[in-house]
């Protein structure tokens, strides 16, 4: 496969397809973990590890496992690697860890791991699997961080856990609540597809020139 190819499917899940802001998937833990960056960060790096691997082995056995056990099959694959994850952060980052609490075992029913595994993996060469896993989990990653950060900003006046409005500021809770994590969205949402619709009309606009 071509890297232009491979460069495409990437960034398809950074943005065109990214699997927050323009598929609307993986609303529980986006509203649930994005309190603070550094929850945003470790859920989002961590359904990345999940896709890339996942993808990877789903698409190295496509051709032999039957169709009517295909999703018990991927769900044995991705809990493997969900177990991994979770393992890996109670030995190395048991607050972050703690943080997270029960939705790192979750990814094994996250919808952006199926939707990939049965939409993409299970049709494609491993390398592009593993291209298309770690575009969507960036993707994801990216958009927990944005909307972490405008929550963590506004609702603890920090970022990363350091101070950024000063020590005086007295932090709107509504933003650490779970209504803050729904208007959040939504307006980061609104932002995206704004910009997004705009660089399509540029992109509709250059084509049509170019074909005139």
């Known amino acids: 496969m071509a890297k232009q190819d491979l460069k495409k499917i990437f960034l398809n899940g950074i943005v065109t397809e990214n699997p927050t802001f323009r598929l609307v998937l993986g609303m529980c833990p986006t509203l649930a973990i994005t309190t603070s960056v550094l929850n945003g960060l470790g859920m989002g ?12 082995v789903i698409s190295l056995i496509r051709n032999f496992v039957p169709s009517k056990v295909r999703i018990p099959a991927y769900i044995v694959v991705i809990a493997t690697f969900v177990t991994i994850v979770q393992l890996l952060l109670e030995a190395f980052l048991p607050s972050l860890s703690q943080s997270l609490g029960l939705f790192i075992p979750l990814i094994v029913v996250n919808c952006i791991i199926f939707a990939r595994a049965e939409s993409f993996a299970s049709k494609n060469p491993p390398l592009a699997s593993m291209a298309d896993g770690l575009g969507m989990g960036l993707g994801f990653t990216i958009s927990l961080s944005i909307i972490s950060a405008v929550r963590e900003l506004i609702g603890s006046g920090t970022l990363l856990g350091f101070p950024v409005l000063g020590g ?42 170019s074909v005139a």
Do not use: H, Q, W
């Open 168 to 209: 005086n500021y007295p932090g709107v809770l509504l933003f650490i609540l779970a209504p803050g994590g729904y208007i959040t969205l939504g307006l980061v949402m609104v932002a995206f597809n704004a910009v997004m619709k705009k660089i399509d009309g540029r992109r509709r606009a250059a084509a049509e020139g």
């Open 45 to 56: 790096l961590a359904t990345t590890f999940v896709l890339v691997c996942s993808n990877f």
